[in-house]
């Protein structure tokens, strides 16, 4: 029977991790039976449950040779001294078997497990031996369960000045009697270790002992740059050297938790924590927090303000790690999968609620929202009953949570025919100025569009009243998943989802169009222009567009991808006020039914032939047959041909 593509995907990952098909076959025959032939969960993270069976059967085969060996010889009746000269053999002949293994090996012996840290790598490397500031090699122990990375245990082996210790805190050793054994990492059940002896007073001054987690970050920052840690290629006899050599680094200098070579790759998971954006999740209920605690303002209306956000490795490690890309922030879990190779998706910082970037300069409202932010005396109960004439509840959604049908088409057939823009035009257009070309041409005109106004904190409502949708987040299964079709990550849904389904909202950071365009000089993009209504009397004075970057600071949304024209999503403008935030969202919502698995995807509005606009857009691969790439492509094709 010619194997199914299940195996065959499985064996190609195996490959790509250096390992034979003959090593995969019976592990996997295992694995399938222990699994109840759940590809799903044999598949997740690019085949690590199998790429572990298999070194977890190496190491097995190993340990079960070294036994023999030491029970040949104890059956052999040989003298306790024998005994011990067998054990020594033993090793030494594990050693070389180890030695021929690692020329077998793949170059990441046992890939990362999700959430562990350096302590769940399987190690043997020679090359630790030549950091190393002294004659101590790598050491066997005996089998002794470990349990946590923090926790400090006695000493387990015979010189009585070596102490074994798992590392936590900093710990000084000062003289020569006393050296540090630090354990870097072990396999799972703790049967083989890789220590790094460290003996300071040979260091000539009494040198500072890092703490695991200084070594951790610091090895994890220099992996991140030196190799990208993510491939697969990533060799562990260097990163075995690096790592002491970062140790020794960091032993010469206490006061310096980490190399200041690496100014923009050392936050870390502490840093992040104190970060201003998840300050801002915690300051949403409370503006002025982030301003008080002094490293970030607040938006006049209210909105979080972050400086710029530097990807850490801290990051890619985190989103490597997680299944739920939205850790656990949205109502539901949103999972990740890539079937096609073994990327993992862009790190990023997950947010609810847009922020604003350092100082732009916020000043937008929608033309057609009123100015009335007064209570809604009507609002009581449920906005939707019959009985209530609730102004906020005009005419947006139905009881099932769905848009209007006709306000829905209303806003489709906005969007896509030309013919049925209503503009409004400002006399010293952002966008134009944006360009930054010598003459200043004239707007060319803002959409005013429709919006949905839900009802808000003012309202005398219940918190379920029918008109509060978007201001209750994602509630639908959805996935992200590697596209086939060359446009990279993709958002789909796992569930069917009726027309008019409200499914996520466009969260990201509020800049500029000039600081857009500062950052991403040399990536595509496009800009999401949040626009004001710049053409009116109150919007004089704002000389800069705002629009929504969702590429470092995001949610969801910054996975969909663009579709000419029939896009089975459709963003709106739904006010959802509160007392801190005073500014409109923008929401997804289906413009017809969809398929469970199916992609979700938006019309960006890009110009694909907008060489004047400062952004650089991609090549379009959307497949629509109203693909405006493709027109243009065929159109400049025709053209050339007649020139
Ligand atoms: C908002 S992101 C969407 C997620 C993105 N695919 C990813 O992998 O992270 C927008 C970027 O996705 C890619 N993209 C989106 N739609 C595309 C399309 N129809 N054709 C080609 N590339 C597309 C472009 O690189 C674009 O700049």
């Known amino acids: 029977m010619a194997p199914s593509n299940h195996v065959k995907r499985a064996f190609k990952a195996m490959n790509d ?6 090593q995969v076959k019976p592990v996997l025959k295992n694995l399938l039976q222990l699994y109840d032939r759940n590809w799903e969960l044999i598949a997740e993270d690019n085949y690590r449950a199998l790429a572990d069976a298999i070194f977890d059967s190496q190491d097995s085969q190993v340990t079960e040779e070294v036994k023999g060996k030491e029970k040949k010889a104890n059956e052999a009746g040989a003298s306790a001294a024998e005994v011990d000269r067998g054990k020594k053999k033993a090793l030494e002949s594990l050693e070389e078997d ?43 122990l005996p089998f002794h369960p470990l349990s946590t990375e923090n926790t400090i245990h006695g000493a387990r082996n015979e010189d009585p000045r070596t102490t074994i210790v798992r590392y936590n805190e900093h710990r000084l050793a000062t003289t020569l ?100 954006a998840t300050m801002a999740t915690k300051a949403s209920n409370s503006a002025n927090q982030s301003a008080e605690n002094g490293e970030v303002g607040c938006g006049s209306m209210g909105l979080v303000v972050v400086p710029e956000c530097q990807i850490s490795a801290d990051d890619f490690r985190l989103i490597s790690s997680i299944s739920d890309i939205t850790l656990g922030k949205e109502n539901v879990e949103i999972p990740w999968v890539n079937e096609f190779n073994s990327k993992v998706p862009p790190p990023f910082r997950y947010i609810l609620q847009s922020y604003v970037y350092l100082d732009a300069a916020v000043k937008f409202s929608l033309g057609n929202i009123g100015d009335d932010d007064q209570r809604c005396s009507s609002c009581c109960g449920d906005c939707l009953a019959p009985s209530v004439a609730c102004r906020c509840a005009g005419f947006a959604y139905t009881k099932d949570g769905l848009l209007q049908k006709d306000f829905l088409e209303d806003c489709i057939a906005e969007a896509r025919d030309p013919q049925k823009h209503v503009l409004q035009y400002c006399k010293e257009c952002p966008l134009e100025k944006a360009k930054n070309e010598e003459t200043l041409e004239p707007c060319k005109g803002h959409l005013k ?33 590697f596209t086939p079709n ?13 027309k008019g ?31 004001a209504h710049w053409g009116s009397e109150e919007a004089s004075g704002v000389d800069n567009a705002l629009c929504l970057d969702g590429m470092h600071y995001g949610n969801i949304s910054r996975f969909i991808n663009h579709r ?22 923008l929401a997804f919502f289906t413009t017809r039914d969809i398929e469970a698995m199916e992609e979700l995807t938006w019309d960006y509005g890009v110009e694909f032939n907008d060489h004047v606009y400062p952004t650089l857009p991609f090549h379009c691969q959307c497949g629509s047959e109203f693909c405006r790439n493709v027109k243009r492509t065929s159109k400049s094709k025709k053209a050339k041909k007649r020139a």
């Not at 490397?125 to 790598?138: A, V, Y």
Request: with cysteine.
């Open 98 to 140: 180890e030695d021929a293994l690692d020329e077998l090996e793949p170059p990441l012996k046992r890939l990362r497990r999700r959430g562990e840290g350096a302590s769940a790598l399987s190690l043997n490397n020679p090359s630790l031996k030549e950091h190393t500031t002294h004659d101590q090699e790598t050491i066997l």
């Open 449 to 481: 569009r429709k919006v949905v106004k839900e009802c808000w904190i003012n309202c005398g409502c219940i918190n379920n009243c029918g008109n509060r949708v978007v201001q209750h987040g994602i509630h639908n299964k959805l996935q992200v998943f």
């Open 17 to 22: 991790l250096g390992i034979a098909d003959a």
């Open 564 to 585: 000419c024209s029939d896009a089975n999503l459709i963003d709106i403008p739904v006010h959802v006020e509160n007392m801190d935030f005073k500014y409109y969202h």
């Open 177 to 276: 009697e006393e050296s540090s054994t630090l354990e870097l990492a072990s396999s799972e059940t703790g049967e083989v270790k890789i220590n790094l002896r460290f003996s300071p007073a040979t260091g000539g001054s009494s040198l500072h002992v890092p703490t695991m987690e200084e070594l951790r970050r610091a090895m994890e920052d220099k992996c991140l740059r030196s190799y990208k840690i993510l491939d697969p290629n990533f060799s562990v006899g260097r990163f075995m050297g690096d790592m002491v050599t970062c140790f020794l680094e960091l032993s010469k200098n206490a006061a310096s938790p980490l190399p200041e070579k690496l100014p923009f790759l050392t936050t870390s998971i502490d840093v992040l924590k104190k970060s201003p």
């Open 486 to 498: 060359g446009t990279g990550w993709g958002l789909r849904t796992l569930e069917k989802l009726p």
């Open 501 to 531: 389904a409200f499914v996520c909202e466009f969260a990201g950071e509020i800049l500029t169009i000039s600081e857009l365009i500062k950052r991403s000089s040399e990536k595509l993009t496009f800009p999401v222009i949040l626009d």
